[in-house]
């Protein structure tokens, strides 16, 4: 499943989509970005409430396909931007951190 398919299947919103159509395999859930780092793995949907533009690096680090910002959180300014340049999706759901994997769970049949 692309990135875009998944966003769709979610009903997510897309904030920055420059590679729509990276495969989306698994994905994984956290917050603490150095713990993220050695644990996330590629091609891996991210789902996480930060916001700070540390999440492009991490994503481009561990490349991922896309980071879903859960709880309706909003990037911080100049995020997005630099997302665009470094080639990061970026999701953003109303679901919580559980309720988005549960979901993306079910669209990829990984439950």
């Given at each position: ?75 911080d300014d ?34």
């Open positions: 499943m692309t990135v875009r398919e998944l966003s769709k299947a979610l009903g997510c919103e897309e904030l920055k989509l420059p590679e729509p159509d990276r495969e989306v395999e698994g994905c994984y859930c956290g917050d603490l970005l150095s713990w993220v780092m050695g644990r996330a793995q590629a091609s891996q949907a991210w789902i996480t409430i930060m916001s700070n533009i540390n999440i492009v690096a991490v994503a481009t680090l561990c490349d991922v396909s896309c980071i879903i910002l859960s709880e309706n959180v909003m990037p100049g995020v997005l931007d630099v997302a665009e340049a470094k080639g990061v999706n970026i999701l953003r759901t109303a679901d919580t951190t559980f309720g988005a994997a549960a979901a993306l769970a079910r669209v990829t049949g990984n439950e």
